[in-house]
């Protein structure tokens, strides 16, 4: 017999957690918490109730997200000075 869904859920999220926890990928806890849950709860609904598939798929969407996020920074980290990509054009003389 399959397990209740609620507990399908808690048990993706506490895999997905554990993996991202241990790689050192959680910055804001509150906020990958929500991310991965939201993702595993998505793709339960959808009909997905491997524990071990609702995990990794919600790890790859967090990785994509932050891949994103950090490609919309310019790959820069926030505490570096940024650099302008273009040379400023100087009058011709």
Not at 44 to 62: S, T, V
Request: hydrophobic content about 40%.
């Amino acid at each position: 017999m399959s397990e209740p869904l609620p507990l399908v859920v808690e048990n993706s999220l506490q895999i997905a957690w554990d993996f991202l926890l241990a790689s050192g990928e959680i910055a804001d806890p509150p906020q990958v918490a929500e991310f991965l849950l939201t993702s595993i709860r998505e793709l339960a609904l959808k009909g997905e109730h491997r524990p071990l598939m609702l995990a990794n798929r919600a790890i790859d969407a967090y990785r994509d997200r932050a891949r994103c996020r950090s490609l919309d920074d310019g790959g820069r980290d926030k505490e570096k000075p940024s650099r302008p990509s273009i040379l400023p054009i100087r009058p011709p003389l």
